[in-house]
């Protein structure tokens, strides 16, 4: 078959005023999805060449190339107008950010920090509109009931379109025998319970509006990430609860999102002097019975895994807030969203792969516990099986290698 130079030009052509179009209209991201399209296309056109009439390899290429264009545009998103959305925990990370973008957009935003004088909440006086209010609340009864009533009243004219439960609460990282019931207990009253009552206090005002709850989850709450279980618990009840309101509230058309993102470096994350002095108290605190049998070597070797995991955090916030806004704004939002890097692989692993490469997997990502000392052989209460049961190499071994 004779080749011909290039008749697909005018199919490159089209895919290349729409693609321009979309990009202006904000509608398409220049980034790797993009470009994968663009060489899948170029490999189709030199098949094309080879195999087909011009006309007929015109006409497929055209068709390929405005159908990957209209999978890779974002979907429509609603104006922003006048809506009002109320976002917690916007003292730093997450929640500062978001407010600082919403606000940019036009959101009137009601931003709940836990100081009104943190450095957080002054950066957000210093650079937001005066449409941004800041309202200080801890995630307690009483803090909650002060802020239902601001709400309420202050978004008589403009209604509520939106709640973003962000804030969340984790002080130890321990195994779950190590860590006290207190801990369990605090995460559950913050992350749970304070989400569960300010989510039902606004409840009216989000069904006459018609409009979205968006949840921080954790992959915590999905997956048994080792020394994470008081956090982890406390996620996996308020994503149960936000799946709980998702069919419920689908009657009064309200959209309910919960965002699952991965490590990131939040100011939590960032703050290293506090999780030593958490670590310092927990070896204190505990009981002389559970520190012999685990080692204050063994917690001394999971916070400094812990550490190295931290420290490999991903630096940009903006998945996770360009996440909250689609939330907010797209017509069809997912009920899931899950923003960062390797988190689809690590999901794929947890619901698809053996348990045993599952438990390996988030020991290499997070962390690789050591044996305690209770079961090290020579020691007083170890023998031969139990050794053997717990691991068949007791050994520490290197520190594991962290999944980007």
């Avoid at 999102?257 to 470096?265: H, L, R, W, Y």
Wanted: include cysteine.
């Amino acid at each position: 078959m004779e080749r011909w130079p290039w008749p697909s030009g005018g199919a490159w052509l089209l895919v290349a005023a729409r693609a321009l179009l979309q990009l202006l209209r904000a509608d398409l991201r220049l980034g790797r999805p993009l470009l994968a399209a663009l060489a899948l296309l170029a490999a189709l056109d030199w098949l094309c060449q080879r195999l087909l009439p011009p006309l007929a390899a015109l006409a497929v290429l055209a068709a390929a190339g405005w159908i990957a264009l209209s999978c890779l545009a974002r979907p429509p998103r609603l104006p922003v107008a006048t809506r009002a959305v109320l976002i917690t925990g916007c003292d730093s990370g997450f929640g500062k950010e978001a407010a600082k973008k919403l606000d940019a957009m036009g959101f009137r935003v009601l931003a709940t920090v836990l100081d009104l004088n943190s450095p957080g909440a002054l950066e957000l006086r210093a650079c937001c509109s005066p449409h941004l209010k800041l309202l200080q609340m801890d995630l307690t009864p009483g803090d909650i009931s002060r802020v239902l009533e601001f709400t309420k009243a202050h978004t008589t004219s403009t209604g509520l379109w939106g709640l973003v439960n962000n804030a969340g609460f984790n002080d130890i990282v321990a195994d779950a025998e190590l860590a006290p019931l207190a801990t369990f207990r605090s995460c559950m009253e913050v992350n749970f319970f304070g989400t569960l009552q300010l989510t039902k206090g606004l409840l009216p005002l989000l069904r006459r509006s018609r409009g979205r709850i968006v949840t921080l989850g954790s992959p915590a709450g999905d997956m048994p990430y080792p020394c994470l279980g008081a956090y982890g618990t406390s996620k996996a009840a308020v994503v149960l609860l936000m799946d709980t309101f998702n069919c419920e509230l689908l009657p009064w058309g309200v959209k309910v999102s919960v965002i699952q993102p991965g490590c990131f470096k939040t100011e939590s994350v960032k703050n290293v002097s506090n999780w030593e002095r958490r670590k310092r108290l927990l070896l204190t605190s505990l009981p002389q019975e559970l520190l012999q049998a685990y080692g204050e070597d063994y917690i001394e070797h999971a916070h400094g895994q812990f550490l190295h995991s931290l420290s490999l955090a991903l630096p940009d916030l903006s998945p996770v807030v360009d996440a909250i806004i689609d939330a907010l704004l797209a017509a069809h939002p997912p009920s899931r969203y899950y923003p960062g890097r390797g988190v689809g692989l690590m999901y794929f692993i947890h619901y698809y792969l053996p348990e045993g490469l599952r438990r390996r997997f988030l020991q290499a990502f997070f962390i690789s516990p050591c044996l305690p000392s209770a079961l090290r052989p020579g020691k007083p209460g170890s023998t031969p099986t139990q050794d053997a049961a717990q691991d068949p190499d007791p050994s520490p071994g290197p520190s594991p290698t962290v999944a980007q």
